[in-house]
């Protein structure tokens, strides 16, 4: 089973920048896309951007286009999430998770189609 840790939250203020990253540990070829979700408490979890190894053009959340930027590094062993003009609007707790291929094919931000989920790290945007 994938392992997933994220790390790299923090405090900022809005206008700044923050790399997030998530670490796989155990085997790495069981999954087909990973991605980046964020919650605040008393709302849903939201998608924020998935990536897909096997090709095809990162997904983002209208929210974030053109400010995030997600990536994998280290052949697959990390997931990053460059955070650039953030907002207020963008605290929240940030989790990783993994898809399986068929959610993959979806190209879907729906976090409840995810799995593998990690602990989250806090990102706190002051105005």
């Known amino acids: 089973r994938v392992q997933l840790v994220e790390s790299g939250g923090g405090s900022v203020q809005a206008g700044g920048s923050l790399r997030l990253s998530c670490s796989f540990a155990?085997?790495?070829?069981?999954?087909?896309?990973a991605g980046w979700f964020r919650q605040v408490s008393g709302k849903e979890r939201e998608g924020v951007a998935i990536?897909?190894?096997?090709?095809?053009?990162?997904l983002y959340a209208d929210s974030v286009k053109g400010r995030f930027t997600i990536s994998q590094a280290n052949a697959k062993n990390t997931v990053d999430l460059h955070m650039n003009s953030l907002k207020p609007e963008d605290t929240a707790m940030y989790y990783c998770?993994?898809?399986?291929?068929?959610?993959?094919?979806?190209?879907?931000?729906?976090?409840?189609?995810?799995?593998?989920w990690g602990q989250g790290t806090q990102v706190t945007v002051s105005s």
């Open positions: 155990g085997y790495t070829d069981s999954w087909s896309c």
């Open positions: 990536v897909y190894p096997g090709g095809g053009t990162p």
């Open positions: 998770a993994t898809g399986p291929s068929w959610v993959c094919s979806t190209r879907t931000l729906l976090a409840r189609d995810y799995h593998n």
